[in-house]
């Protein structure tokens, strides 16, 4: 997951959807896997509720960071989860969480409850 570092007002360039360029409202240092890398920041604006503008608040007290630092981390690893490999690394990670469970049905009876439905509810 990138970990920001804090932001200049320094001007770099955005390349927009069609091709043009405009300017970036920020740079920021972004650590990757790779290592730290200068990136153009842009502006954007989020409603809140005061709930959860209060709990931003506290977090960016408690934590040194600031409030736009807290959200990009959010962000990042919102996006980094609902990426395909992620979902994968997800699932192998979870593979046989439940092995030592003794509780849990057979497989085979699962699925022979599973194809009893099935029949049934075709028409």
């Known amino acids: 997951m990138p970990t920001h570092a804090p932001c200049s007002r320094e001007r770099l360039s955005l390349v927009t959807g069609d091709g043009g360029v405009k300017p970036a409202d920020k740079q920021c240092m972004v650590y990757t896997p790779g290592g730290w890398v200068t990136t153009a920041m842009q502006r954007t604006q989020i409603y809140l509720s005061e709930q959860e503008r209060q709990g931003l608040q506290a977090l960016?007290?408690?934590?040194?960071?600031?409030?736009?630092?807290?959200?990009?981390?959010a962000i990042d690893t919102f996006l980094q989860q609902q990426q395909p490999q992620g979902r994968l690394a997800r699932l192998r990670q979870a593979r046989g969480l439940w092995a030592e469970r003794s509780d849990l049905p057979e497989w085979s009876a699962l699925r022979g409850e599973m194809d009893r439905?099935?029949?049934d509810q075709t028409p």
């Open 117 to 119: 439905l099935t029949v």
């Open 60 to 73: 960016a007290l408690s934590s040194g960071r600031s409030q736009s630092a807290l959200i990009r981390e």
